[in-house]
């Protein structure tokens, strides 16, 4: 992409936005559960010998830094696997939405030691996976519902969100490094919403 194709909309989602297939078949289901199961191990690849400058590193005008990103996943993940449990254990559960923001914002996302964070997330992950793998077709169809969307989403799905959510902040990661807070004038003259 030269700098005259780059948007803040491609720099906010640099794989574009999640679509949820018209039909959605168990292969895609077990390549989604192994982009989430192998997320750990490629987020520590990529982080792990960053200089203290390459963490404070933005992936867009306006946007997070990677340390970040990182922590947000963290957050993020663990309300998703608390959302599988909800809509397993719940008939149609309504979930509650948190602040990401204002949690990017805490002092624990602000650390830039990530070792207690990368070890949480390959935590997460391990146990989140061994619980994926072995849903059955009937516990995929089941659905929890979020009050800001006013939409239901099975369960299925939301392993397909969460797959593009891992490679989505790994696309921030690499974009943040790979413009190092030096971005294109057409993006830096866009109105950031």
């Not at 297939?21 to 982009?35: A, G, K, S």
């Not at 790994?170 to 943040?176: C, F, N, R, S």
Request: include cysteine; glycine fraction near 2%.
């Amino acid at each position: 992409m030269n700098n005259s194709q780059i948007t803040l909309e491609t720099l906010r989602f640099p794989f574009g936005k999640f679509e949820v297939p018209t039909y959605i078949q168990e292969n895609q289901i077990t390549l989604w559960i192994h982009e989430i199961k192998v997320f750990p191990i490629r987020l520590k690849e990529l982080v792990e010998n960053l200089s203290t400058e390459e963490l404070s590193l933005i992936y867009r005008p306006g946007g997070w830094n990677i340390k970040q990103v990182v922590h947000h996943c963290a957050d993020s993940h663990m309300n998703s696997y608390i959302r599988f449990k909800l809509a397993l254990t719940e008939d149609n559960p309504s979930i509650r939405p948190y602040f990401e923001d204002r949690w990017a914002e805490l002092v624990d996302s602000q650390e830039e030691d990530l070792t207690d964070t990368l070890q949480l997330i390959a935590f997460l992950h391990k146990k989140w996976t061994y619980l994926l793998e072995r849903l059955t077709k009937e516990e995929l169809d089941r659905t929890f519902f979020h009050p800001e969307s006013e939409e239901q989403t099975r369960l299925k799905e939301n392993i397909g969100i969460y797959a593009w959510h891992c490679n989505h902040h790994l696309g921030h990661i690499k974009q943040a490094l790979n413009y190092r807070n030096v971005f294109p004038e057409i993006v830096e003259n866009l109105e950031l919403k």
